[in-house]
């Protein structure tokens, strides 16, 4: 099954990060063409960066790519979660700034659109990543790990001191609908003082209540509250799902993650690549992959948010 958007797909938004207004267009693309990213403002082969692993150069408070010109692109991480779990794996993505859109805070809109525009099959079958054998990096407290397992699936735990998070877990099975239905709507997160503390540095100046979760000393102070109860540990695995999208296949395969973030993950898919007989390729399999097409998506308005 490989997919594309059906028409070009219009948004336009802040950067989480730098504050400026941008536009972006996502169109289709032919089979074999990869997830990639066109900076209209640059223009030319300059402008051209495509969506892997090993283009990644920061990950501290995003996923950056770039390019050998210097192009770059950051916050890519909540579209690829969009693109790779509606089974797009085929598309040209024009923007016009070096920060995708942050929306709010999700992947909820980028999905939502993509299952109003309609996708269109190209042909053929995908070829997937199949692990073969366990990959794990670990630093500290931190650990990622890709295991065998006969369709996509996460096991995720974070560990927060402040109570409004604390230790929350989440394991499920990823194929089907299951991102868009799941973790799509899940928002980034973060506290207070850390928010203060970017602002001061120059960052996080697109951001607010409206497009992130903002802890301060147990309390959620967004006032709609939580979409779900489990929407910290919900969004670190949309996030992972869209790092790992970054390895420009479908994975057939179970991530584990403790504490992981961007970093990690990047990390983990060095590793798998730097180890040939860890994986190989196969046929992606009817049931084993993404595709919005077998989402229950709720309309725009219809994700309520529950009571703190």
């Given amino acids: 099954m490989n997919l594309t958007v059906r028409h070009p797909i219009r948004f336009e938004g802040v950067g989480l990060h730098g504050g400026q207004t941008v536009r972006m267009t996502v169109r289709p693309a032919p089979r074999g063409h990869g997830i990639v990213f066109l900076r209209s403002d640059i223009g030319g082969t300059a402008g051209i960066i495509p969506a892997r692993h090993d283009a990644v150069i920061d990950t501290r408070l995003c996923t950056k790519i770039s390019n050998a010109h210097g192009a770059s692109v950051g916050t890519v991480e909540h579209l690829m979660a969009a693109l790779a779990g509606s089974g797009i794996w085929d598309a040209l993505i024009e923007i016009d700034g070096p920060e995708v859109p942050i929306m709010d805070g999700s992947a909820r809109e980028f999905v939502l659109r993509f299952a109003e525009a309609g996708l269109v099959e190209l042909g053929g079958r995908r070829g997937a990543i199949r692990i073969d054998r366990p990959v794990e990096?670990?630093?500290?407290e931190k650990r990622a790990a890709l295991l065998p397992a006969p369709v996509f699936s996460m096991r995720f735990a974070i560990d927060f001191a402040d109570p409004a998070i604390g230790r929350q877990h989440e394991a499920m099975s990823l194929t089907?609908?299951?991102?868009a239905e799941e973790l799509a709507d899940c928002r980034t997160f973060g506290m207070l003082a850390e928010v203060e503390a970017l602002r001061q540095a120059g960052l996080a100046r697109g951001g607010s209540l409206k497009n992130a979760i903002v802890i301060d000393h147990g309390r959620v102070l967004n006032p709609e509250g939580l979409r779900r109860p489990d929407e910290f540990v919900r969004h670190k695995m949309l996030d992972a799902v869209g790092d790992l999208?970054?390895?420009?296949?479908p994975i057939v395969g179970c991530y584990e993650g403790e504490r992981a973030g961007h970093e990690m993950t990047n990390l983990l898919l060095h590793a798998l690549f730097a180890a040939p007989d860890a994986w190989s390729w196969c046929e992606l399999r009817p049931g084993q992959g993404f595709d919005l097409r077998r989402a229950r998506?709720?309309?725009?308005d219809e994700a309520a948010p529950l009571a703190v």
């Fill in 137 to 140: 990096v670990v630093q500290g």
């Fill in 297 to 300: 998506l709720p309309a725009a």
């Fill in 176 to 179: 089907g609908g299951a991102m």
């Fill in 245 to 249: 999208a970054l390895a420009g296949a």
